[in-house]
Nanobody
């Protein structure tokens, strides 16, 4: 499976962005998917995950209420809507996928990774 993340950019604090992750080459509709992010000088951290159907989502606690994860299996695309962005949200955002369907938050639970898209939030 190949994952292609897009939608990053420069936004002012308080603004919004929607990230997309397009998948090809696999049974997208059966996979769990997630977003992780990595700020400069820091480890890659979990953002949110979604199960195969989109019926269950799981968020990093500190991001609840500002970020919304969704997927469109007909379009083989994962989305992350980010609102009320803060400078601390600045990072490279990576989408990830796994052949297993249930939600997991650990990096090691994902076999497939996109190339990342940079989100910069200015104060």
């Amino acid at each position: 499976v190949q994952l292609q993340a897009s939608g990053g950019g420069l936004v002012q604090a308080g603004g919004s962005l929607r990230l997309s992750c397009a998948a090809s080459g696999g049974s997208f509709g059966n996979y769990r998917l997630a977003w992780f992010r990595q700020a400069a000088g820091k480890d890659r951290e979990f953002v949110a995950a979604i199960n195969w159907s989109g019926g269950s989502t799981y968020y990093e606690e500190s991001l609840k209420g500002r970020f919304t994860l969704s997927r469109d299996n007909a379009k083989n695309t994962l989305y992350l809507q980010m609102n009320s962005l803060k400078p601390d949200d600045t990072a490279v955002y990576y989408c990830a996928g796994s052949r297993w369907s249930s939600i997991r938050r650990a990096r090691d639970d994902y076999e497939y990774w996109g190339q990342g898209t940079l989100v910069t939030v200015s104060s």
